[in-house]
C-alpha cells in the first residue's frame, strides 16, 4: 500500500541552506535537524500538498537530474526517507 503523508499542519518551518545539507527548526518540539536534499525537498514538497513516495520520486528525479522519471531504487529511499522525517516528527501519514 502506498501511504500519503503531509506536513504536520501547525508546523511552523525554519530552515536554512548550505550547498546540499539543510537545518531545519520544527517549533512544535524545539529540535533542530540536519537535513540532506532530498529530504528538505521533500518536506518542503509536502508543506505544499499531500502526497505518496511514487509522486514525490516522479517529481524529485528531473530536479536530482535522473535518467528516469519514475525509478523505483528512488521510491525506495523516498519511503526511508518519509519515514525518518515521520520519527523527526516533521510529517505525518494521512488517514483516510
Known amino acids: 500500500m502506498n501511504m500519503r503523508w503531509r506536513a504536520l499542519?501547525?508546523?511552523n518551518l525554519h530552515a536554512r541552506a548550505w550547498d546540499?545539507?539543510?537545518v531545519v527548526y520544527n517549533?512544535?518540539?524545539g529540535d533542530t535537524?540536519?537535513?540532506g536534499s532530498a529530504a528538505a525537498q521533500i518536506l518542503l514538497m509536502l508543506q505544499q500538498a499531500p502526497s505518496d513516495?511514487?509522486?514525490l520520486a516522479e517529481s524529485l528525479a528531473p530536479r536530482l537530474q535522473l535518467e528516469s522519471e519514475l525509478d523505483e531504487e528512488l521510491a525506495e529511499q523516498i519511503t526511508h526517507l518519509l519515514s525518518d522525517l515521520h520519527?523527526?516528527?516533521l510529517i505525518e501519514p494521512i488517514r483516510l
Open 20 to 22: 546540499d545539507e539543510f
Open 27 to 29: 517549533s512544535l518540539s
Open 33 to 35: 535537524h540536519l537535513l
Open 9 to 11: 499542519p501547525e508546523l
Open 87 to 89: 520519527t523527526l516528527a
Open 53 to 55: 513516495a511514487i509522486a
